[in-house]
């Protein structure tokens, strides 16, 4: 494999009038710059990021009571699914945007 890339840098190097050596030589700076911008990329959280949206779990009716479903309810009536909010049964409720809500289990999507 390495004489591969030998082979190949003499033919490109004997075309831009350059030595073998001094070509590999800045291929390879070449190379670790690409290296450090992927890396730092990846590296850097993205900035488009969303920011969450707070809530609390939504209800559902349940055999004479209410059940937290997996739905976080905004306070400007979105919603989206939340790990924060599990099946379990509750006794308190508020109404927000036309459904009922937990308001003692807040959560974020």
Do not use: H
């Not at 209800?59 to 979105?78: E, M």
């Not at 699914?81 to 599990?86: E, F, I, P, T």
């Amino acid at each position: 494999m390495f004489e591969k890339i030998s082979n190949a840098a003499e033919r490109l190097a004997t075309n831009v009038s350059e030595s073998r050596r001094g070509f590999l030589v800045r291929m390879g700076e070449t190379a670790l710059g690409v290296a450090g911008v992927v890396g730092g990329l990846l590296a850097l959280p993205r900035a488009a990021q969303a920011t969450a949206r707070n809530g609390y779990c939504r209800l559902a009716a349940r055999g004479g009571g209410y059940i937290v479903t997996a739905i976080c309810r905004s306070k400007s009536c979105q919603q989206g699914r939340s790990s924060a909010c599990a099946g379990q049964w509750s006794g308190f409720k508020q109404a927000t945007c036309g459904v009922f809500t937990d308001p003692y289990r807040p959560c974020s999507f």
